[in-house]
């Protein structure tokens, strides 16, 4: 025994399979070689590295081309980006079935269709890179102009009536005093902060950001760590019980957190402080440093998933159901891509709506084709695998936003 992994064997198969593939492509293109003082130590039709006679562009006993690599630079750089996307069809001939055809490539590949499309591997590595350069690097989901709108006065005016009224009927529904004190004072910082004036002078501004900063900080503490307010927690009206505040309309609710050690709690208390004066880029820089970690982590987890599903069924190896995880990942990166380029142009809401249908519809032909199951059986796991997902996904989001908070 070798003591090899066949999976990771097989991976690197299909990579090696591709990365051939490229060769063989970038070799039958015509080029225009040019004379150079380093000439092959054999003649011409010999592997210049193991001598073998050849039969082709490609050496069938060491894999080396029959290229000499003397030609212009930009011929070079085209064989680059063939190596790397496969700009000579086979990207092309695989991202529209992908997209598409659910299903179609993933039983070519696993049937021994493989040299025409990316490699599986490698089609999830491109997909992904796309996304998070999106999402991270160019902070393209959304569309945020980067300028906070300012209220009109005549905007506040109606805020403050409508505020009346809601505090009216808040009290006419038995709403306690107390609880509606709550909702007005977070009403009224809403209000103040959209009638802040654009035209303040830099050091005010900062000067506001900082305060606000350490109201923040000190709340937090106060909830985390009331052993250092003993005289604030002694009265009646000390630690309002319920979520806080953190700006922006973020809320962090610390129930709970009072079971914690105590050194703990100083430590999480400390890394709160320093994510908040950063206004948050330090926890956003570690989310963005772990988050193509963790939906590589999920990649086999959802293999796993397939797997359980499919245990009675004979022939299905975790490698099929690895394959499959890695076309369907894959396809979830180019679409939400796709969307979230779209959402600038159309109604976001469109957006998710196209996600949620195309993304089931694909996952329940992908039954329909590769593991050939009926309409019932599709849809039944369809509705599993959703729920199961969603939930994985949960657990492993709630992960990365405490490993996060744990490296800032």
Known sequence: MTGSDPISEAVVAGSGAGELGDAIQASKRKKRDRYSVFQAPTPAGVCSNCATQLSGPVCHSCGQTADTYHRPIWDLLTDILDGLFGLEGRLWRTIPPLMLKPGKITQNYLSGVRARYVMPFRLYLTASVLFFLLVFALDGIGGDSGTPEVATPDEVASVETGLADLDAQLAEAGISPEQRANIARMAEAGIDQAQAPPDLPPEVRTLQEQANRDEIKLSLRRAILPEDFPAETAGEDAGEDGPITVGDGVMVDPNGLEDLPLPVRRDLADRADRIIDSGGATLAAEMQRWAP???????????????????YKKGYFFYDHLVVSLHFHAFMFFLITGLSLAAHVIPGWIAVMIGLVWSNWYLYR????????????????????????LILLSFALLGLLIVSVMNT
């Open 366 to 389: 992908l039954h329909r084709t590769v593991y050939s199951h009926g309409r019932f059986s599709s849809i039944l796991r369809l509705v599993t695998l959703d729920f199961a997902y």
């Open 293 to 311: 970690t963790m939906m590589f982590c999920l990649l086999p987890l959802y293999a796993l998933m397939l797997a359980a599903m499919h245990f």
